[in-house]
């Protein structure tokens, strides 16, 4: 069974620096996808990035990029320039390649940033 | 389009009751999933459905809990007779099989308190 982990259960960092997040996942798979969502006080859960495990390319959005270490099954989010509106609940989930099922997430990171 | 809809926003109840929560998918998409989050035990998916037929039920967590589709824009989750242990965020979520990456589109969720 797929885990995912997410050891940081809080973190904070001030408006405008640079903060990762970290995620460590455990697949006996060899294509997959993962994702980072973002879930602000509103509760709404939103994608913020995705990758794929056979890209060795590290997915970019705008302020958000992903490290992702396919031998070391690690996925952290990094978040530049950070702002306010950033603050929110992190997640990041597995899902297997070809499914379109089971979205499998970690516990969360609660970011704060501070102005 | 307006995204996936639930209904209601907040349900509070007493234990005992039956309880309902409403999902309307985005348009044009074949997958619809539920999904619960809890402090204790985080996002956990619940069932899932592929063309108003249920795939996956294993997370479902007992004989109270039942969920529907009656058609491609509409599905229920119903919990009978509910607990104050089924306090929760119930999320609805749906995706296109069209799309490479398999985003799941959830919506605001459902925040169910069980007196």
């Known amino acids: 069974a797929q885990t995912v982990t997410q050891s940081q259960p809080e973190m904070s960092v001030q408006e405008a620096e640079t903060v990762t997040l970290s995620c460590t996942y455990d697949?006996?798979?060899?294509?997959?996808?993962l994702f980072w969502y973002k879930q602000p006080p509103s509760r709404q859960m939103i994608l913020v990035i995705r990758q794929e495990a056979y890209k060795q390319q590290n997915a970019t959005e705008n302020r958000f990029s992903v490290n992702f270490q396919k031998a070391a099954k690690s996925f952290s989010l990094k978040i530049s320039d950070s702002q306010l509106g950033d603050t929110a609940m992190y997640f990041c989930?597995?899902?297997?390649?070809?499914?379109?099922?089971?979205?499998?997430f970690g516990k969360g990171t609660k970011l704060s940033v501070k102005p | 389009d307006a995204g996936v809809i639930q209904s209601p926003r907040h349900e509070v109840t007493e234990m005992g009751q039956e309880v309902t929560l409403r999902c309307k998918p985005i348009?044009?998409?074949?997958?619809l999933f539920w999904y619960r989050q809890t402090m204790m035990r985080g996002l956990e998916l619940l069932i899932y459905?592929?063309?108003?037929?249920?795939?996956?039920d294993s997370g479902m967590p007992e004989d109270r809990f039942s969920a529907k589709m009656p058609n491609a824009s509409f599905s229920t989750l119903k919990i009978q007779p509910s607990e104050p242990r089924d306090s929760a965020v119930y999320f609805c979520?749906?995706?296109?099989?069209?799309?490479?990456?398999?985003?799941?589109?959830f919506g605001p969720g459902t925040r169910l308190t069980v007196l």
């Open positions: 697949t006996s798979e060899n294509n997959y996808y």
């Open positions: 979520a749906s995706s296109s099989p069209t799309d490479s990456y398999n985003e799941q589109f």
């Open positions: 459905f592929n063309n108003n037929v249920p795939i996956d």
């Open positions: 989930a597995f899902m297997k390649w070809g499914s379109q099922g089971n979205l499998i």
């Open positions: 348009s044009g998409h074949d997958y």
